[in-house]
């Protein structure tokens, strides 16, 4: 049996860096939902091994926290592990390092599997019945669990887009680290320049599609602390906090 | 001296694909832009180390052709090369092959330097006199040399942007990639099922920067080729021509 945490390098090319020269949320966001594919693949429930039984993972919710940016040209390792498997979900956490083996950040990602002709949860447990030799009760992923993040209303919408070509990934909807690119676009140039984003919290509440027409409403919450809720008309599709920090 | 010719391998992950499980146009980009800047510093002359001599690399013109794009999970090898080096310009060429040594591209790509502090064009072969022993006479690049890609008059805007926080790079102004995700968005799905851009040329007029807003400009030819044309009011930031091919 392979062991519980995966262990994957990342290199930091420029074209993965913002004007600060530092990696983006995205750009980490993607490091982490890729270590996880080859993670859960090498043990055996990867993306293509379990459509071949009629399933799909969708990711429901993911929680980062960040202390520290990589840098242009720096190395970043991710580890990623199973931390539990309920009936209908199942927690996977990530802790991100620099090549000094000093800890820059960790993750928690909460996936459903659904059924590919029904779009239904499955019941993980009973599918996947070997997932849980996989839970590792020991590695601790010490960021809080996600808040209920409210709905915003009342507020006009800060933008807005229309879901084209290269939003659109594999799955045939809207790439779940595009909406981020899509929130983060928000914010002016002097938000990052002065602050980073410490934490950030996203939901995934209805898939999007190509040619939908998207709108952000922004919540400015005490303490720089936001929420951005996506929405088709009334329907929230993803809604996310976003929590700042003075560099 | 190291080799004149550089390999470099990448992995095709899940989040650089599109919809037909093949990694996108700007993917392949991102992958030759990224090759060239590391043969560049292995060979002396990257990003980094001409900005110590005060000196800026700007990409001005790329012509990519491409007979089969790669799909997930597969390899692509991306060569690169010196071509030619004149007083103002220097082309740098590119070689894509799948893991078994098939071809299925090329590109050419042609810089200027430019000093820091004047923003002007410095004398290549005065300021970085051993470039030229890189040059690799031998390597061919078979395809045609960019024809003139004339202005776009007298056609409404298809679409628009405002250039926002993940469009621009580590050199504070729009990636060069970015823009060509964008002029990609022009397009529907429809246009990827049926078809694939066989050959794109883009040359780079103007520097876009961040809440510039853009408009885009189409101009269908005959025989499945577009112009497109990025314009800041009647000011051309970037052009582009797009042929496809039937899959």
């Avoid at 270590?35 to 293509?48: D, K, L, N």
């Amino acid at each position: 049996m392979l062991s519980k945490v995966g262990s994957f390098k990342f290199h930091i090319e420029s074209y993965v860096c913002d004007f600060t020269e530092k990696a983006t949320l995205p750009v980490i966001c993607n490091f982490g939902l890729d270590a996880a594919s080859i993670h859960a693949q090498q043990r055996g429930y990867g993306f293509e091994q379990i459509s071949q039984k009629n399933m799909a993972w969708v990711l429901s919710r993911l929680s980062i926290e960040i202390s520290e940016y990589p840098g242009y040209n720096q190395e970043l390792i991710v580890e990623t592990w199973v931390e539990n498997v309920t009936r209908f979900f199942t927690q996977r956490c990530f802790r991100f390092l620099d090549p000094n083996d000093k800890v820059i950040g960790y993750a928690r990602s909460i996936w459903a599997a659904i059924d590919l002709q029904t779009r239904r949860p499955v019941d993980i447990p009973e599918r996947m019945p070997g997932l849980v030799d996989y839970i590792d009760a020991d590695k601790i992923c010490p960021i809080e669990v996600m808040a209920k993040i409210p709905p915003v209303e009342d507020v006009v919408p800060d933008m807005g887009y229309t879901v084209r070509y290269s939003d659109i990934d594999i799955n045939k909807h809207i790439n779940s680290v595009k909406y981020i690119e899509h929130v983060l676009n928000v914010f002016d140039l002097n938000s990052f320049k002065e602050k980073f984003i410490h934490r950030f919290d996203i939901v995934y509440l209805a898939e999007g599609i190509f040619g939908n027409k998207l709108k952000l409403y922004k919540h400015i919450d005490v303490d720089d602390t936001c929420i951005i809720d996506t929405k088709r008309e009334n329907e929230s599709i993803c809604r996310c906090r976003i929590s700042w920090k003075s560099i």
